[in-house]
């Protein structure tokens, strides 16, 4: 398949002060690389705090990095300048995971989706308009809403309104960053069928981002899962998620509530201190919490490494 987003060796640290006089690096995002097929949805998961929205920031290129490439369509957008990312614009959307603070509150909800395609050149402003009252239906909204403003929507409704933003300019790539952590469960399960509906029919590439497991499993082709800025574990989903070979997957994995009340499962905790992001450890940042750490982990840092086919750990067990 097409490469349509490649990412190698990203990173993004950021200087901040621990004292009156000292700096010190937060390696916020420390050395990923991946790629996204056209078409394909990928899950990046982790825990709060693991890197997830400051590595799509990097790729939408709202975020300078530190090193590192990023490529787009076989275009290297890493250092490109806010003029010469515009016409990428339309191509690579984002979704972010607060529906409303993206939905302008002074603009009517159709004019807010409208605008994306007449300022592309896409189509002009009367056609946009009946572009944009087809993009709201598609996403499962009214035509009574393209003249609401955002505060009169619910959760859900605006979190649609912020998809059929993303679709407006018929983009390759959209970044869905959390888009379903603050909706309950029955509105969850609505737009990831509405993604997999606008995927099948539009062919769009998704970054799926989501602490949740659940959602990530139903809705991803591929999975990385993702800890203290570095890459674990990737692969297909059914593969990590049936055979999860890191000991950080396996604990994510085991936390998944179950479907049945009376249905048993062991849970590991991974217990002591999370190593510091600003003074990571020589080796394995996970040494210390993982239950089967060896010495060598504190000395040699674990790099990806293929166990099946196009499954691929970073851990000391598994082949260097």
């Not at 693991?50 to 939408?60: D, E, F, N, P």
């Not at 050149?121 to 609401?148: D, F, N, T």
């Not at 997957?249 to 217990?271: C, F, G, M, W, Y």
Request: charged fraction near 20%; glycine fraction near 6%; proline fraction near 5%.
């Amino acid at each position: 398949m097409v490469k349509i987003l490649e990412v190698h060796e990203l990173k993004k640290y950021y200087k901040i002060k621990t004292g009156l006089f000292n700096r010190k690096w937060l390696r916020a995002v420390d050395g990923v690389s991946f790629s996204i097929a056209s078409s394909e949805t990928f899950g990046l998961v982790g825990e709060s705090g693991s890197g997830k929205s400051t590595l799509a920031k990097c790729i939408m290129r709202l975020e300078d990095v530190t090193s590192g490439e990023i490529l787009f369509q076989n275009q290297n957008i890493t250092s490109l300048s806010y003029n010469d990312m515009l016409p990428l614009r339309r191509h690579i959307q984002m979704v972010f995971q607060d529906p409303s603070s993206s939905i302008n509150p002074r603009m009517k909800l159709g004019k807010s989706v409208a605008e994306p395609l007449w300022l592309n050149g896409i189509c002009k402003r009367k056609p946009a308009q009946i572009e944009a009252k087809e993009l709201l239906a598609k996403v499962g909204l009214e035509r009574e809403h393209y003249s609401r403003y955002g505060h009169q929507l619910s959760g859900g409704q605006q979190q649609r309104v912020g998809i059929a933003r993303g679709i407006a300019s018929r983009p390759s790539l959209i970044v869905l960053d959390e888009p379903t952590s603050s909706l309950d469960v029955s509105v969850q399960a609505k737009l990831i069928n509405l993604f997999k509906d606008i995927q099948q029919e539009l062919k769009i590439a998704f970054l799926f981002i989501s602490h949740d497991l659940s959602v990530v499993s139903a809705l991803s082709t591929k999975v990385a899962v993702m800890y203290l800025g570095k890459i674990f574990e990737v692969g297909p989903t059914e593969a990590v998620f049936s055979q999860p070979m890191h000991p950080y997957t396996q604990a994510l994995i085991s936390a998944v509530p179950v479907s049945h009340p009376n249905q048993k499962k062991d849970r590991i905790v991974l217990e002591g201190e999370i190593s510091s992001a600003t003074d990571p450890p020589k080796g394995c940042v996970l040494f210390g919490r993982c239950q089967r750490s060896m010495p060598s982990c504190t000395e040699n840092e674990p790099k990806l490494n293929e166990v099946s086919s196009g499954h691929y750990v970073a851990c000391l067990h598994y082949k260097q």
